[in-house]
C-alpha cells in the first residue's frame, strides 16, 4: 500500500528555518517526480517546488531562494530545507508525486511562523 509519510514541521520565528521530511513507500520512488505542496486556512493547496528523478528543481516564486528539495531514492526519501521563513509561509505541508503517479495524500506537516 503507497504510504507518504510527511515530518518535521513545527513553530518557528520569522527569519528561522525547518527542514521537512517525506518518507515515500512507492515501488517506483526512484523514477518519478515529486512534489512539496501547502495548504494554508481558507486557501486552495498549492505547489511548492518540485523535483525530478534526475534531481532538477523548480520553485514557486514566493519560495524561490528561500527553500531547497531534494531527495534520496536509496531511502524513498524527499526534502524540503525552509529558510528565511515568513509567517506567510504558515499552512500544512504535503508530498506527493505528480499527475498520473499522485497517490494517497498522506496527514502533512504542520508549519507555523510566527511574527
Known amino acids: 500500500q503507497v504510504q507518504l509519510v510527511e515530518s518535521g514541521g513545527g513553530l518557528v520565528q520569522a527569519g528561522g528555518s525547518l527542514r521537512l521530511s517525506c518518507a515515500a513507500s512507492?515501488?517506483?520512488?526512484?523514477?518519478?517526480?515529486m512534489n512539496w505542496y501547502r495548504q494554508a486556512p481558507g486557501r486552495q493547496r498549492e505547489l511548492v517546488a518540485t523535483?525530478?528523478?534526475?534531481?532538477?528543481?523548480t520553485y514557486a516564486d514566493s519560495v524561490k531562494g528561500r527553500f531547497t528539495i531534494s531527495r534520496d531514492n536509496a531511502k524513498k526519501m524527499v526534502y524540503l530545507e525552509m529558510n528565511s521563513l515568513k509567517p506567510e509561509d504558515t499552512a500544512v505541508y504535503y508530498c506527493?508525486?505528480?499527475?498520473?503517479?499522485?497517490?494517497?495524500w498522506g496527514q502533512g506537516t504542520q508549519v507555523t511562523v510566527s511574527e
Open positions: 512507492i515501488s517506483i520512488f526512484s523514477i518519478i517526480p
Open positions: 506527493n508525486s505528480p499527475g498520473t503517479w499522485q497517490t494517497a
Open positions: 523535483i525530478t528523478n534526475g534531481g532538477t528543481t
